[in-house]
Structures are given as C-alpha cells and as structure tokens.
C-alpha cells in the first residue's frame, strides 16, 4: 500500500493550492481518508477527513469555508482544495487512510496507512 501525496508548494497569503493524495494497493472508496498538518516543533495536527461511505467530511475549525476535501474514486484520489491561504497554514500535509471502523476522525492512531507529505508554505 502506498499513499502519494503532492502539490504542496509556496504561494502568497490569499493564494490557492490543491493537495492531492493518489492511492496504490487500496481502494479509497471503502476508506475514511484524513488529511492532517504539522508545522516545525508542533503536533501533527487533523485538518479535514472524508467519510468512506456517506459523503461525510469533517474539518477543523481554523479551515472551514476556506479548505474542501473530496475524492474522485474513480482515479483512486482525493484533494485537499485549499483557498485564502494564511502564513498559519504553513506546514507538511500528510493524507492518511483508515478503515471504515475509524470513528475519532482525528486521532492519527487510527488511521493504517500514512502518505509521505507535502509541504506547504505560505508567505506573508
């Protein structure tokens, strides 16, 4: 199983980028998939998940309205469409896979399979 994460790069404050996440030996459809952030000396952080089967998304606080997760089951990917980028949203974007049975959405333990990151940096 591999998870690739990519587009991560540097962009202005009020830019755009789209993270995407392509998935190798698992189908994301019958997966919960998260996207998470951590920044230099800090936690590894939830960021947005998108539920397996119920169209269910979730996000923390600090992203509503300005990032939106979503899959295109049929190229076994999802995104991460980040707008208003804020210099606070600087730090490596990881994706992650759990299986259907994960309920605490942000609790990086339950998820089974991790992507690399991307890195994210966003300039003031």
């Known amino acids: 199983v591999q998870l690739q994460a990519s587009g991560g790069g540097l962009v202005q404050a009020g830019g755009s980028l789209r993270l995407s996440c392509a998935a190798s030996?698992?189908?994301?459809?019958?997966?919960?998939v998260g996207w998470f952030r951590q920044a230099p000396g800090k936690e590894r952080e939830f960021v947005s998940a998108?539920?397996?089967?119920?169209?269910?998304?979730s996000y923390v606080d600090t992203v509503k309205d300005r990032f939106t997760i979503s899959r295109d089951n049929a190229k076994n990917t999802v995104y991460l469409q980040m707008i208003s980028l804020k210099p606070e949203d600087t730090a490596v974007y990881y994706c992650?896979?759990?299986?259907?049975?994960?309920?605490?959405?942000?609790?990086?333990?339950?998820?089974?399979?991790w992507g690399q990151g991307t890195q994210v940096t966003v300039s003031s």
């Open positions: 992650a896979a759990g299986r259907p049975g994960l309920t605490n959405w942000g609790f990086t333990g339950g998820y089974d399979y």
């Open positions: 030996g698992l189908t994301f459809s019958t997966y919960t």
């Open positions: 998108s539920g397996w089967s119920s169209g269910r998304t």
